[in-house]
């Protein structure tokens, strides 16, 4: 990465709370009161979830096609940010801002919805707009609300979806496309989600326990989290993100964990640092057998320094589009705090798989200075980023 770019402002909300300061609190208490066991979101039995349970801004003022569930946890993260947003847009102007997110639910909700009363009634609702379901729809809420001009585009890649953003930002910015970009991603509770993992027997029982013998799937969750990233210098800096496409199977990754070793031996190169630079890794670590198999694999062979690693999934589940921009702002906590996310899990080790350096103690003697973040989605679609302190 040729320029410097840094996180100007960071505005999130989630199951473990509705801002940075309640979010750092429960993450760091190594806090799992987030999940709720839901009875109407699988079409037989319940399941845990990670839901936002605090009061989100009503969206009635705005169109019909604007109006979802998805759109009020975006507006609330922007709320966080809006004062700095509002700063570049004076000073470059709102054609010059770029709004790139990641989503894979966008209003799906709402659709699930609007079936349901047609089943029911022989009609859809009045105030149902189809155009709330496109994947779009949630970078068209941000400009529309926060009057912005500049490039805009959702990246809808599952669970990578959010951290790709980071990367494309950086690439418009390089290329001098804008100036300012407004990145991360944001997913909402639906049914689909749920009832497609559920199908693919990759949904827990109960609470998540990532590489846990015990580990029996995911834990579904939403959240909103957006970022400012720009060339104004800041205390944290963004270094560098790696991709990876290794297209071993539709949902199941590399056993060997090829494409995440790539992703991650790739952001190393772009950022020019070296394994042993990276004082912790939060991991992608959803608690299903494959994936924490092959995730260990590879970090195991990449990080012989054994840096500190952690899965937040245990704290508040796994929130699909908007997992890797949550994930790495909690890295951005971890920075900020100067202590560690714990790994939550029932700590029973399971021989069969590579044993990292679990975080067990949130407060460390050294200083944290790097942090690398993971995000693996299906079709082997990997993304590892890497931030950290600014070095002169």
């Known amino acids: 990465m040729k320029e410097r770019l840094y996180i100007n402002a960071l505005g999130m909300c989630n199951p473990l709370g509705s801002n940075r300061s309640e979010v750092a609190e429960k993450l760091f208490s190594g806090a799992q009161d987030s999940f709720t066991l839901r009875k109407d979101l699988l079409h037989e039995g319940d399941i845990f979830v990670g839901e936002v349970k605090f009061s989100l801004p009503s969206l009635s003022s705005y169109p019909a096609h604007f109006q979802s569930r998805n759109n009020q946890l975006a507006l609330h993260a922007f709320n966080q940010i809006e004062d700095v947003v509002a700063k570049y847009?004076?000073?470059?102007?709102?054609?010059r801002v770029g709004v790139i997110l990641g989503t894979s639910t966008s209003g799906i909700e709402q659709g699930e919805q609007a079936m349901l009363a047609r089943k029911q009634q022989g009609r859809f609702p009045e105030n149902y707009d189809y155009r709330v379901q496109e994947v779009s729809n949630v970078a068209e809420f941000i400009c529309y609300h926060a009057e912005i001009k500049g490039y805009s585009s959702v990246i809808s890649t599952a669970c990578s979806s959010s951290a790709k953003t980071f990367i494309t930002a950086a690439e418009m910015i390089e290329l001098g496309v804008i100036d300012v970009a407004i990145v991360g991603g944001i997913d909402s509770l639906c049914g689909m989600t749920i009832n497609g993992f559920s199908a693919l027997d990759s949904t827990s029982a109960g609470i998540c326990?990532?590489?846990?013998?015990?580990?029996?799937?995911?834990?579904?969750?939403?959240?909103?989290?957006?970022?400012?990233?720009?060339?104004?210098?800041?205390?944290?800096?963004?270094?560098?993100?790696?991709?990876?496409?290794?297209?071993?199977?539709?949902?199941?990754?590399?056993?060997?964990?090829?494409?995440?070793?790539?992703?991650m031996h790739q952001?190393?190169?772009?950022?020019?640092?070296?394994?042993?630079?990276?004082?912790y890794i939060n991991l992608?670590?959803?608690?299903?057998?494959?994936?924490?198999?092959?995730?260990?694999?590879?970090?195991?062979?990449?990080?012989?320094?054994?840096?500190?690693?952690?899965?937040?999934?245990?704290?508040?589940?796994?929130?699909?589009?908007?997992?890797?921009?949550?994930?790495l702002a909690f890295c951005c906590l971890v920075l900020e705090h100067q202590k560690l996310a714990p790994h939550l899990w029932d700590k029973v080790v399971d021989p069969n798989i590579a044993q990292l350096n679990w975080v067990t103690d949130i407060e460390i003697e050294e200083k944290i200075e790097f942090c690398l973040s993971n995000s693996f989605a299906f079709g082997g679609n990997n993304v590892s980023l890497i931030i950290g302190l600014e070095h002169d």
């Open 89 to 95: 847009k004076e000073q470059y102007g709102s054609h």
């Open 209 to 263: 326990k990532p590489s846990s013998l015990n580990r029996d799937g995911i834990n579904i969750g939403e959240s909103a989290t957006l970022a400012v990233l720009s060339k104004h210098k800041a205390p944290i800096r963004f270094y560098a993100g790696g991709e990876s496409s290794d297209a071993h199977h539709m949902s199941a990754p590399h056993p060997d964990g090829k494409g995440a070793y790539q992703a």
């Open 267 to 279: 952001a190393l190169e772009q950022a020019n640092l070296t394994a042993s630079d990276i004082d």
């Open 284 to 327: 992608h670590g959803t608690a299903t057998p494959k994936n924490d198999e092959m995730e260990a694999t590879a970090v195991s062979n990449l990080f012989p320094n054994r840096p500190y690693a952690s899965s937040s999934k245990g704290n508040i589940g796994h929130t699909l589009g908007a997992a890797g921009a949550t994930e």
